[in-house]
């Protein structure tokens, strides 16, 4: 039996799991965050190294045992990052071949039935990459939100709620309940107070409140809705230009949705929807319904040079769950 290893780090946690070549996840382990942009390569090293030996420990293996490997990397964003990024994974003693991909792809892999296609990701913030047939190829943005252009994750969403909340201070545009709701939740004293306190940073408004803008947005609020539909309208144009660097616009692929913005409902998905079937009718909506730590596992497949079929991924995404909760051993 051979042995396949997957790595999902991220801001947060860093998750590894190892399965067999059927697919049936044998080991499980969690560390702290390994995004080496917030904690350096060491830091990266060390989340790798405590999330392997858990894994291993509860597979019962040794390192040798590994046929294969694939790690999700948030903030591996540039080539010129690649030789450093080598160099700590290299760290770990591993024997086996391995692949190194931003974070964003491995979402791909374990949510698009086919293993391809484009990965569209929302939460605090946002990114959208994409992964050819034959995974050779990959399409991106930057995910640098706001600075590149690039919206819309929760941050970027109460950004631009904030600046309609000005707008209609200014009496730019109508009053919009989104002015009090933000009042509220921040304990401010009044609408000048609120501006005061967000422009010095007194204030934390971020995207811990876009639930706050789509509840205003249910309620009938236009501005709310507005940013809302902005927001889906801005996730399609991310998800349209990288169907246009992978020339998929002919194609019928999936594109795996990613992110707690989602939840949000058609408010947000039907604008996002439209402006993506405008470029690519054959594009195809799923919600991502595994870890992205699945994906993962299922690139260490390939690497080596295992085939995975659905059948496989299917028995990675029902297996997991349960590693997670007993940790297998």
């Not at 080496?36 to 040798?64: F, H, I, K, T, W």
């Not at 079937?277 to 993962?296: E, H, I, M, Q, S």
Request: proline residues 5%; charged residues 15%.
């Amino acid at each position: 039996m051979r042995y396949f290893l997957g790595a999902d780090l991220g801001g947060t946690k860093t998750h590894v799991l190892i399965a067999d070549e059927t697919g049936q996840v044998v080991g499980f382990g969690e560390a702290g965050p390994g995004n080496q942009q917030n904690v350096g390569y060491d830091g990266m090293y060390e989340a790798m190294r405590a999330g392997l030996e858990a894994a291993l420990y509860s597979a019962a293996l040794p390192v040798p045992a590994i046929s294969g490997a694939g790690f999700g990397i948030a903030g591996y964003d540039w080539p010129s990052e690649k030789p450093l990024m080598m160099e700590t994974i290299d760290r770990l003693g591993l024997s086996c071949p391995y692949r190194m991909v931003n974070d964003a792809v491995p979402g791909i892999v374990a949510g698009s039935q086919e293993g391809w296609g484009i990965g569209l990701v929302s939460g605090t913030g946002c990114n959208c990459w994409g992964l050819s047939p034959d995974h050779q190829r990959e399409g991106r943005v930057t995910g640098y939100g706001v600075m590149m252009g690039e919206a819309a994750g929760g941050t970027e969403l109460v950004f631009r709620a904030m600046q309609l909340v000005n707008f209609a201070w200014m009496k730019r545009i109508p009053a919009t309940a989104l002015t009090q709701a933000f009042i509220e939740a921040v304990g401010a004293s009044s609408v000048e107070d609120l501006l005061e306190g967000y422009t010095s940073y007194r204030y934390s408004i971020g995207a811990e409140l876009a639930p706050l803008v789509f509840n205003v947005a249910e309620a009938g609020d236009a501005a709310a809705c507005e940013v809302i539909h902005w927001a889906g309208c801005e996730l399609g144009e991310m998800a349209n230009a990288v169907a246009r660097q992978l020339e998929f616009e002919s194609l019928a692929f999936d594109v795996v949705l990613a992110g707690s913005m989602f939840e949000g409902g058609p408010l947000l998905t039907d604008p996002m929807r439209e402006t993506i079937l405008r470029v690519a009718p054959g594009a195809r909506f799923v919600r991502l319904d595994a870890p992205p730590v699945v994906g993962a596992v299922l690139m260490g497949m390939e690497m080596g040079s295992l085939a995975p079929d659905s059948g496989i991924r299917a028995h990675l995404v029902e297996t997991v769950q349960l590693a997670r909760q007993t940790g297998v051993r």
